[in-house]
């Protein structure tokens, strides 16, 4: 079993920036796919950036240009800093951890709200 734990977020004004770790433990494959999501009120889940335990990102096209997702391998660590947050940018985000073979792990959330 993998248990996620995440931290971070918080609450900032348009334009600011928030950083979100997120820390895998447990019975952590080899390979895996990281990632978070969010989902704003009313919305589905989406994802927002993911990264492969060999450090292949991917973004949505809201993230691209102002989110960096990054690893730590070794620690089994991802580090998402958000710049040049927007209003649209507030939602919950979820930490996400999958690996081939086996059901994917949620953590429990972060609440992250832009607004002046």
């Known amino acids: 079993q993998v248990h996620l734990v995440e931290s971070g977020g918080g609450s900032v004004k348009p334009g600011d920036s928030l950083r979100l770790f997120c820390v895998a433990s447990g019975s952590v494959a080899r390979t895996w796919t990281m990632g978070w999501y969010r989902q704003a009120p009313g919305n589905q889940r989406q994802a927002v950036a993911t990264?492969?335990?060999?450090?292949?990102?991917t973004y949505s096209d809201s993230a691209k240009g102002r989110f960096t997702i990054t690893t730590n391998n070794a620690l089994t660590t991802i580090h998402l800093p958000m710049d040049s947050l927007e209003s649209d940018d507030t939602a919950v985000h979820y930490c996400n951890y999958a690996t081939s073979g086996s059901p994917a792990t949620w953590g429990q959330g972060t609440r992250d709200t832009v607004a002046s």
């Open positions: 990264i492969s335990h060999y450090g292949i990102p």
